[in-house]
């Protein structure tokens, strides 16, 4: 899909999801339309129905800032959308070339190592997991275990059966990463990886190709999940998404229980299991005799992966 039809189609998924009511606009008596009109959106913008058609038609590929700006905020759109939707009106870039590799720092693997009592990991471009420590590994599954192409988060949520039983809560998480995963998709268009990635979601999930249709964004900064392991039961923890300087494509993830909460207990007794060498012979059944397989562990504690 090109760019210019990639907007259309934002711009007509957004137009669909906004209310008349959200946005200062009375609804009429037995109005169909679902959320605003054409003709609405241009008047709110400050701009001519027939600007706005050639937008969402992807005859007009080039819109101004200003134009982008009172049309996110005609809609409301809230940061993320705003965001998204910048993304997809800038120019492309002639001759960008594939983007480059992703590696953690060194140091950054030593502080993933260092937090032992709190799950910690990093995602880089289009939600590939580049780096875990133990506990994280423990909680969801040991991507280092797994083929290089297959350490993806979306791609574990959406394709691996044993994500469902981590997460009780497995539709939002997933329809949330598969936002993040459209944010990625606005701002790396040319990302021909990325392009693989969605094509096989959308053959292998049809929850995937639903919501990648839908064209609905998530930024992910802060939140709380829940989570479900068979050794301690149910655990609800907060989360801090962090961009890391020097690559704002990848970003540290910290997890961490309400002090003297039955979560945090849990999570303390799930540190000590991990911790204990005799838990890292007895592995978790969920990861199975794989995981003994996957990239060594650093003295820090945190896995390499390949990538």
Not at 73 to 101: E, K, N, Y
């Amino acid at each position: 899909m090109t760019a210019s039809s990639d907007l259309g189609a934002f711009l007509r998924a957004c137009r669909a999801g906004t209310e008349p009511e959200s946005v200062g606009l009375a609804r009429a008596p037995g109005r169909r339309v679902r959320g605003l009109r054409r003709e609405e959106v241009a008047q709110l913008a400050g701009l001519s129905v027939d600007y706005y058609t050639r937008l969402e038609q992807g005859r007009h590929t080039s819109p101004s800032d200003s134009v982008v700006e009172a049309l996110a905020g005609a809609m409301h759109l809230d940061a993320a959308a705003a965001a998204h939707l910048r993304d997809l009106a800038r120019p492309p870039r002639r001759g960008a070339g594939p983007p480059s590799v992703q590696r953690v720092r060194p140091a950054l693997h030593q502080l993933l190592g260092s937090l032992s009592e709190h799950p910690a990991l990093v995602l880089g471009r289009r939600t590939d997991v580049l780096a875990t420590n133990r506990l994280a590994a423990e909680l969801m599954t040991d991507f280092d275990a797994l083929p290089a192409r297959r350490r993806n988060y979306v791609r574990w949520l959406l394709l691996d059966p044993a994500a469902r039983e981590v997460f009780p809560d497995w539709r939002t998480v997933s329809a949330e990463a598969v936002g993040t995963l459209r944010l990625d998709a606005g701002r790396h268009p040319a990302d021909a990886l990325l392009e693989q990635l969605v094509g096989e979601l959308t053959l292998g999930s049809e929850e995937f190709a639903r919501w990648w249709t839908e064209r609905t964004v998530h930024q992910r900064t802060h939140g709380r999940k829940r989570f479900h392991h068979h050794l301690v039961g149910e655990l609800a923890l907060d989360f801090e998404a962090l961009s890391l300087p020097g690559d704002p494509d990848q970003t540290l993830f910290v997890y961490s229980a309400e002090a003297g909460s039955t979560s945090h207990e849990r999570l303390t007794v799930l540190a000590s299991w991990v911790a204990d060498p005799r838990g890292q012979q007895a592995r978790s059944p969920r990861t199975g005799p794989a995981a003994q397989g996957g990239g060594e562990p650093d003295p820090q504690g945190t896995r390499r992966s390949a990538r």
